[in-house]
Structure formats: C-alpha cells, structure tokens
C-alpha cells in the first residue's frame, strides 16, 4: 500500500515570496492533516480536512496560509509571502476518517528554508 | 488547552542499556496516548498507543503504560539497539468527539555500539 506522498521534500526560498507544497494521502483516507514542525518542537496542527471540507483551520495564519483539498483526494498548502518564521518542515498526514483509532499515517515531510 | 510534556534529550545510551522516556500530558477528561517515532529521514510512525486509564500500548519490544493519578504515559525498553536511535514524540487526542492529536517537542534518543 503507498503511503501519504509529499512534494517538494525541500525548498528554500527568500522572504516574501510564495512557495507551495502539495499531499496525496494513502487511497481511502478521508481526513487530511497539515503540521508544521519547527526545529526542535513537537508538530502542530495548521489544518484538517474531512474529505474537501474543513474540520478545524483554527491555528492556520490565514493572512499568509492557505489550504485546499479540492475532489476531497490530494491537497495543496500554500505560503504568501513568507516570513523567515515560516522555516519549518510541513507534514501532511491521513487517517481514515475523523473518529477512528486516532492512528494518523504521515509523509516524509516538506522541509521550508526561508532567507 | 491541552498539552504533552516530554523530557528533553537527547538520551544517550549503551547498547542493551534500559530506556525510560517520561511523558505527561494535561488534558479535560480521559484522552487517548500514543507514541511515534520518527526515523531519520522518514516520516512519524506510530509506535505504540493506549485509549484507557491503566491500558498498556507495546510494540517492537517498547511499553508504556497510561496512569491517569499521575497523567503520565512513559515509554520504555528493557534492552536498547543502535537501531532504536529515532525522535520520539509522544501525543494525546482528546475524547471529545473528532479531533487530532497534539504532540510533546520530542525526544532525541541515541544508542551506540
């Protein structure tokens, strides 16, 4: 079974430009999550989706994030601008639905350089 | 709001050495603990977990055990490997109705021949 992929694995970008990272989640998975994970924290929820629509987008700074999962299958998280506070690696994860074991499948991750 | 303590690392140890990682969490109710791991260059995986007060989540030789009176859930192993070196995060997600995990900052662990 393919697991969540993840792309680009790394990017590195100057402050104020824009840069995109995009997840498609293990075939099945109705619930899509966006981590941040900066340097030496534990990751932290940015957005969850339940099929194309959103759970909670609560902790998503959304003057410079956005987020979407059109078709309710693979998803796109976007940054503009960027600060350098946004250097981070971005983790997409899947689980197969809302209220299951709580067991969430991540991807590899999308390492932000932001100069 | 709810949150997850982990001893800071990282953790060194000897081969075959005992490994405790303490973990406690503050959370509303009853929540359910998980540990991941996370190998170098890979993505979290989860490593064990337990939904209920004195439960116990083992796997690949790792327990941990969920103590409500004491809101702890550390992980431990008898006898390290050097394959064991990885991040361990440890997570809890709470009873009440969808919701997703919140996770402690982590803890390096590295074990030498």
């Known amino acids: 079974e393919a697991g969540v992929a993840q792309s680009p694995r790394y990017k590195i970008i100057e402050k104020r430009q824009s840069v995109a990272f995009w997840c498609n989640p293990i075939s099945g998975h109705a619930t899509l999550y966006w981590y941040q994970q900066i340097l030496g924290q534990g990751p932290k929820l940015l957005i969850q989706?339940?099929?194309?629509?959103?759970?909670?987008d609560s902790q998503l700074p959304k003057d410079r994030f956005s987020a979407e999962r059109l078709k309710g299958v693979d998803s796109t998280l976007k940054i503009q601008p960027a600060k350098l506070e946004d250097s981070a690696v971005y983790l997409c994860?899947?689980?197969?639905?809302?209220?299951?074991?709580?067991?969430?499948?991540f991807g590899e991750g999308s390492r932000l350089t932001v100069l | 709001g709810d949150s997850v303590t982990q001893m800071e690392g990282p953790v060194t140890l000897s081969e075959e050495a005992f490994l405790t990682i303490n973990c406690t969490y503050t959370?509303?109710?009853?929540?359910?603990l998980f540990w991941y791991v996370q190998y170098p260059g890979e993505g979290l995986q989860l490593l064990l977990k337990a939904t209920k007060a004195d439960d116990k989540g083992s796997n690949k030789g790792f327990e941990a055990t969920y103590r409500k009176e004491t809101t702890s859930f550390h992980l431990e192993k008898g006898s390290v490997q050097v394959s064991d070196s990885a991040v361990y995060f440890c997570a809890l997600r709470a009873p009440s109705g969808y919701s997703t995990l919140t996770f402690g900052k982590g803890t390096m662990l590295l074990v030498s021949p």
């Open positions: 959370a509303t109710g009853y929540p359910s």
């Open positions: 994860a899947s689980s197969l639905d809302l209220a299951g074991t709580g067991e969430l499948f």
């Open positions: 989706f339940q099929n194309n629509g959103v759970v909670d």
